[in-house]
């Protein structure tokens, strides 16, 4: 069947199932923006669980590497892991995607293109040349043709943009994201890269919505442990115009995630409170709000960071890092000329997340 566009006329999008399940999801969404607002420090903790949806939905394609390798690519310039290289680029795709749309206050083709050039840091586009098809991994039989001509794509791109960006319609926005994301991966617009690029859209789309303000909320994880739920409701979106199921499932993720997400702020969170405790109590005389903070920015710090954060020259950053050591709150590693400070309790929350 020819994919339909935007918005799907023959779809009840109020059945009985949906409107509950979208009750849940909205709570719990809306928890989850009221509990980021009150964090002050809340920019601190977003490039920490980007680290983990970036690692997350690289691995729904199969993409597996592990933090560690991650945080090498981070440190290490010569640091050569294929797989860790494009986690990081897909974290990069996502922060640059979330300042454009702040920016234009919309999301449209040119967008998407660039949060895809960045996963595969290519330049390829759009496709130009038929043959693509969506096949099934394990019997590799065929199991739906997107559209194939760089013009049909276009139009469907063009329609797609217009349902996102049409405020009017009275379709809740977080059942237009299950849409948006069903019928983005039913294009299917480029060589590769379109799962991620399409899993990245449903945040921007949130946050241009104001239903979250920070790019905090991820399917990823769910989609992960759901993987082959995910594959099946596409299909069945397909054979049967089965939308509710499909619907429900991102539904339930969003519910489920933002849940999660609640509590890993929180683990977070304490973690900070604990660094702080024992900074103060140890180091009474070094320490400060701006050095703490520091130490949580990323999962781990440089001897540069801490001059700029703190303002103050290379030996005393350099100390102020040294003495952190000592009490055990960083651990030192040398990378080539440069000395980096892994905060290792980060660390370890973040990968048994
Ligand atoms: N039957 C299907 N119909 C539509 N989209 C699908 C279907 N099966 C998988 N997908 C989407 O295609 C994505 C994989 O496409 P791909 O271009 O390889 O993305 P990536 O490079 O990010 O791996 C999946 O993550 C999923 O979102
Ligand atoms: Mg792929």
């Known amino acids: ?51 983990n949806e970036a690692k997350d939905s690289s691995e729904i394609e199969n993409i597996v590497t592990t933090h560690d390798d991650i945080y090498k690519v981070l440190t290490e310039s010569g640091y050569k892991e294929e797989n860790a290289k494009e986690v990081v680029d897909y974290r990069n795709a996502i922060w640059t995607g979330y300042e454009q749309i702040k920016k234009d206050e919309y999301i449209n083709t ?6 895809q050039s ?39 791109l063009k329609n797609l943009e217009d349902f996102i960006n049409d405020s009017e319609d009275d379709i809740d926005p977080l059942i237009k994201v299950c849409l948006i994301h069903y ?49 099946k409701l596409f299909n069945e979106v397909r054979l049967n115009n089965n939308f509710e199921n499909w619907i429900i499932y991102i539904l339930k993720g969003i519910e489920i995630t933002s849940k ?18 024992e900074f103060r109590n140890n180091l009474p005389k070094i320490y400060s709000k ?32 040294n003495q952190l050591e000592k009490i055990g709150l960083l651990e030192k590693k040398k990378v080539g000329r440069e000395k980096i400070y892994k905060n290792i309790r980060l660390i370890k929350l973040l990968s048994e997340e």
């Open 118 to 156: 960045i996963i595969e840091h290519n330049n390829a586009g759009i496709r130009k040349l038929p043959g693509t098809e969506l096949k099934n991994s394990i019997s590799g039989e065929t199991i739906y043709i997107p559209p194939q001509s760089e013009a049909e794509i276009r139009n469907y």
């Open 290 to 321: 701006e050095l703490l903070e520091s130490l949580f920015y990323e999962v781990y710090t440089k001897i540069s960071y801490v001059e700029k954060a703190c303002n103050v020259t290379r030996i005393t950053a350099t100390s102020y890092l």
């Open 183 to 231: 019928q983005f991966e039913s294009i299917h617009p480029f060589y590769d890269g379109n799962g991620r690029t399409g899993r990245i859209l449903n945040i921007l789309y949130l946050v241009l919505n104001k239903l979250i303000d920070s790019p905090i909320l991820y399917l990823s994880k769910y989609i992960n442990k759901t993987k082959q739920e995910y594959y």
């Open 110 to 115: 040119n967008t998407i293109v660039k949060i």
């Open 1 to 51: 069947m020819k994919l339909e566009m935007l918005p799907y006329k023959s779809v009840d999008l109020k059945t009985e199932k949906i409107l509950e399940q979208l009750t849940l999801a909205s709570r719990a969404l809306a928890e989850l923006k009221g509990y980021a607002n009150t964090i002050p420090n809340m920019h601190i903790l977003i490039n920490a669980v980007t680290i």
């Open 260 to 277: 999660e997400t609640i509590r890993l702020i929180q683990k977070i969170q304490n973690e900070i409170k604990n660094y702080k405790e």
